[in-house]
């Protein structure tokens, strides 16, 4: 095309696959991955003139700034895109199609010291993920997905998805024909035979090891559980102080604004827990509080010229209505900061008497120093703390990381009478006052997310071990955050989306099975494209419910076929998976790879053609441990019917129920006529709206199109 052209078709792929790109003027001056394909530009020009040293010189150059390596020999299609793009290398016969994105760490690399071709060749549309090597004078098929450092060595047809060291095809294309009985599908497949060969050892090999570990297993439902202690570092078996018994503390939210992804993250990681807890049969006491008395509040309330009561109530009702929405249940107890002042006071109290505490006009602070393991639950030293203290300067404080424990009131703010004056509590002297009250000086798990580990539940430590005199908690859980950019989402940085606005693009299940989809530890990076991953991955629970439903009616009861049996000894083996990666730290990630290994199972059953009552038998069998294992994570726990009618909300199809019912009627009645262009008119007409049809032996069947 043109110079400018491929510049200008680089300069919008940046917009379409980055989500965090905010304006031109960020791309320009912050995207080396931009950075890098515009020297190259330029570079490909003078390679291609014959110009000598400079070219070569300039990719140097382009290395030095960018950390991006690409030889200036290299032929890259318009619409290229690197994100987040260190280590990346492109060589000299390396040719690139159109819309391409590589992500850091990829290498498209030669094989041998011969002249002539000795770098791959990618297709239009291909996405290459984190630390891949794709090496030799290979073809890279259009439309291909390359999974994070996978290793390809040879040639990958289009349309496909690849993974593994070396690289293996996990995803075949699905050809779409439409005929005189409308449309079918052919799976087009691409067989390996050493590879089908060895993962079925590998299968075989899983298999036997997972039936020995059961022979093994000494424990009853589920074996024992472990986990992480944020507390100690380290996984830990899960031992509650009394057996059969979880009291679970989870600190809730500051009740000032509408709640983001962050809040809807941590709220879920906790119900999962508490599921799963139930599930293997503890009796869970679940306290989750509510802040609504703090400095934001009263801000937010000043700026609304209403009561400190009306923002709470507000926010916290918005809240109730989100999470529920995702399917978090309601705590056992939700206590609020307000209703537990005297709970508070006599906390004080107690710290001022032991002298862990004191006041100054009013405003009583804990003394830090006298608290000799302050940092254990973050592992910072106290001097050097005190060195980087980023707090307000306060010479009424002995020392600056002294936290106030009571407020001396100012006008307009709420307050309540203590001996020590009016005033109202800080911040982390209720979760101490709250937890105290309903479990006890010590009780098993405090939860929140990981910004709460300092200095908050450091705090509570402080406050509450120095009153006691007795241990606090013995499991201290956190979940990771989520990050935009790399960066954690949160209110104070802008960058956060909130719950509302996520769910008027995805179904509550969509995002639901998107955060649990993480080990709740790890940080989430967000993106559509994540979502519309967790979307796809739903829908396909949803559609094998659709073909399970259709076989039972349709299967006939003759000779049994072999796959029923290769099926018959995967099941059993499923639950065990997902309980063994629930009780090693509440894996939800490992659990849900279990969950959609039997999806995948089933699915190749079903596509065998099973026949017998034994295959009835096993399917419907099948159908309940998903809706079963689902339950545990509160997901799949609609028809799909349920489903598809949710669907089209969120995608706003503009079409009702009764509008595509009529719309297959006409196009039934065109098909018994022998219409072919009115039939395929109106399905392509629907097409367009996202609905496809599907054409079964006695009906058509509608679905709304994903991802």
């Known amino acids: 095309m043109g110079f400018w052209h491929d510049l200008k078709q680089d300069y919008k792929g940046v917009f379409e696959r980055d989500p965090a790109a905010r304006n031109g003027l960020e791309i320009i001056l912050a995207y080396p991955g931009f950075h890098a394909i515009f020297l190259h530009r330029i570079n490909h020009l003078l390679w291609r003139m014959h110009v000598p040293v400079i070219p070569r010189l300039l990719s140097h150059v382009g290395r030095f700034l960018t950390g991006i390596e690409i030889h200036p020999g290299a032929k890259i299609s318009p619409g290229f895109f690197i994100d987040h793009g260190m280590g990346v290398v492109i060589g000299e016969t390396?040719?690139?199609?159109?819309?391409?994105?590589?992500?850091?760490?990829?290498?498209?690399?030669g094989t041998g010291k011969e002249k002539g071709k000795r770098h791959p060749t990618l297709g239009n549309n291909v996405i290459v993920g984190t630390g891949t090597k794709i090496l030799g004078p290979i073809t890279i098929g259009n439309n291909v997905t390359i999974g994070a450092n996978s290793v390809v060595l040879k040639s990958i047809p289009d349309n496909s998805t690849v993974v593994g060291v070396p690289g293996r095809i996990t995803k075949k294309k699905i050809i779409r024909m439409t005929t005189e009985e409308g449309l079918i599908e052919v799976m087009d497949y691409f067989p390996d035979p050493i590879s089908e060969r060895l993962e079925d050892v590998?299968?075989?090999?899983?298999?036997?090891?997972?039936?020995?570990?059961?022979?093994?297993?000494?424990?009853?439902?589920?074996?024992?559980?472990?986990?992480?202690?944020?507390?100690?570092?380290?996984?830990?078996?899960?031992?509650?102080?009394?057996?059969?018994?979880?009291n679970m503390y989870v600190c809730g939210i500051t009740a000032y604004d509408v709640s983001h992804l962050g809040h809807a993250r941590s709220a879920i990681v906790f119900d999962v827990i508490k599921r799963y807890l139930r599930y293997r049969g503890f009796k869970v006491n679940h306290v989750r509080n509510i802040t609504d008395v703090d400095d934001k509040i009263i801000a937010k309330a000043a700026q609304e010229k209403v009561s400190t009561d009306e923002i709470a109530q507000r926010y916290t009702e918005e809240y109730y209505r989100d999470m529920e929405k995702?399917?978090?249940?309601?705590?056992?107890?939700e206590p609020k900061a307000t209703g537990h002042i005297n709970e508070m006071v006599e906390i004080i109290k107690g710290l001022i008497d032991k002298g862990y505490a004191y006041n100054v006009d009013g405003n009583v602070y804990f003394k830090v120093s006298k608290f000799p393991e302050y940092g254990k639950l973050s592992k910072r030293n106290l001097d050097d703390m005190i060195a980087g203290a980023r707090v307000d300067?306060?010479?009424r404080k002995k020392n600056p990381l002294d936290f106030a424990?009571?407020?001396?009131?100012?006008?307009?703010?709420?307050?309540?009478?203590?001996?020590?004056?009016?005033?109202?509590?800080?911040?982390?002297?209720?979760?101490?006052?709250m937890s105290m009250k309903y479990f006890g000086k010590s009780f098993d798990m405090h939860g929140g997310g990981a910004d709460l580990i300092f200095p908050h539940h450091e705090n509570e430590i402080a406050q509450s071990e120095a009153f006691t005199g007795e241990s606090f908690v013995k499991y201290w859980v956190h979940n990771g955050f989520i990050t935009v950019d790399k960066e954690k989402m949160s209110k104070s940085l802008g960058n956060f989306f909130t719950v509302k606005e996520i769910l008027e693009k995805y179904d509550p299940e969509v995002v639901r099975c998107f955060l649990i989809s993480t080990h709740y530890r790890s940080p989430i990076e967000f993106s559509d494209a994540q979502l519309n991953e967790a979307e796809i991955s739903i829908d396909r629970y949803y559609s094998t419910v659709m073909r399970i439903q259709d076989f039972m009616e349709t299967a006939e009861n003759t000779k049994e076929?072999?796959?029923?049996?290769?099926?018959?000894?995967?099941?059993?083996?499923?639950?065990?998976?997902?309980?063994?990666?629930?009780?090693?730290?509440?894996?939800?990630?490992?659990?849900?790879?279990?969950?959609?290994?039997?999806?995948?199972?089933t699915n190749?059953?079903?596509?065998?053609?099973?026949?017998?009552?034994?295959?009835?038998?096993?399917?419907?069998?099948?159908?309940?441990?998903?809706?079963?294992?689902?339950?545990?994570?509160?997901?799949?726990?609609?028809?799909?019917?349920e489903w598809y009618k949710a669907l089209m909300k969120v995608k706003n199809i503009g079409l009702t129920e009764k509008d595509?019912?009529?719309?297959?009627?006409?196009?039934?009645?065109?098909?018994?006529?022998?219409?072919?262009?009115?039939?395929?008119?109106?399905?392509?007409?629907?097409?367009?709206?996202?609905?496809?049809?599907?054409?079964?032996?006695?009906?058509?069947?509608?679905?709304?199109?994903?991802?």
């Open 202 to 246: 590998e299968s075989r090999i899983n298999e036997l090891s997972k039936r020995i570990a059961v022979i093994e297993k000494q424990e009853e439902k589920g074996g024992k559980m472990r986990i992480y202690n944020t507390l100690t570092g380290k996984k830990e078996e899960f031992v509650p102080l009394t057996p059969g018994a979880v």
């Open 393 to 395: 300067i306060d010479e």
């Open 405 to 433: 424990l009571w407020k001396a009131s100012k006008e307009g703010e709420p307050s309540w009478e203590t001996p020590w004056g009016t005033g109202r509590p800080g911040w982390h002297i209720e979760c101490s006052a």
């Open 326 to 333: 995702l399917g978090v249940s309601r705590a056992d107890i």
């Open 660 to 707: 595509i019912i009529d719309k297959i009627a006409e196009r039934q009645e065109a098909r018994q006529k022998k219409d072919w262009a009115l039939a395929d008119k109106i399905r392509k007409e629907l097409d367009g709206k996202g609905i496809i049809l599907e054409d079964k032996k006695d009906r058509t069947t509608w679905k709304v199109r994903v991802g």
């Open 94 to 109: 390396a040719e690139i199609g159109e819309n391409v994105t590589l992500y850091q760490g990829v290498t498209l690399g």
């Open 561 to 601: 076929t072999p796959a029923v049996s290769e099926f018959e000894n995967l099941l059993p083996s499923i639950m065990g998976k997902f309980e063994d990666a629930m009780n090693d730290d509440f894996n939800s990630a490992l659990a849900i790879g279990g969950i959609f290994e039997l999806i995948r199972e």
């Open 604 to 641: 190749k059953l079903l596509d065998s053609e099973p026949a017998g009552q034994k295959a009835k038998k096993l399917v419907l069998k099948a159908k309940e441990t998903l809706a079963e294992l689902g339950g545990v994570l509160n997901i799949f726990q609609r028809t799909p019917e």
